[in-house]
């Protein structure tokens, strides 16, 4: 089964935000590149990518045949996605355990274990 983690990064420090990054000790940044490293070279996952920040967003709608554009998300920053990867798992308690070592996890942010569904 194939399973979709989408990383909500929360409040979690990022290199995309240098002032929250720097909260962080250099052992600290090392060991959420190499977590992060790990997550990627472990069989079954197909690497996503990460998204820039909500303020970079722009969301669009189609109302009455019209296109419709907003700048950013309607979430707050803790619903915000971060980034995703795909994982072939056995079972959702494979695709749990994975999820559970994603840095972001255990920073402030959240992983959602989503089925794909393939047609």
Same mark, same amino acid.
């Given at each position: 089964?194939?399973?979709? *983690? ?7 420090? =990022? ?7 720097? #909260? @962080?000790?250099? &052992? ?20 996503? *990518? ?7 967003? =722009? ?7 019209? #296109? @419709?554009?907003? &700048? ?48």
């Amino acid at each position: 089964m194939k399973y979709m *983690l989408l990383i909500h990064q929360g409040d979690s420090p =990022t290199p995309n935000a240098p002032e929250a990054w720097a #909260t @962080l000790s250099e &052992d600290e940044q090392k060991a959420v590149y190499a977590d992060y490293g790990a997550i990627n070279q472990t069989p079954g996952v197909t690497p996503g *990518l990460g998204l820039d920040v909500p303020e970079t967003a =722009t969301t669009v709608r189609v109302q009455d045949g019209k #296109t @419709l554009t907003t &700048d950013g998300p309607f979430v707050a920053v803790k619903e915000a996605l971060g980034g995703y990867l795909i994982y072939e798992a056995d079972d959702l308690d494979a695709a749990i355990e994975l999820a559970a070592r994603i840095p972001a996890a255990r920073m402030g942010g959240a992983i959602e274990v989503r089925p794909v569904v393939e047609r």
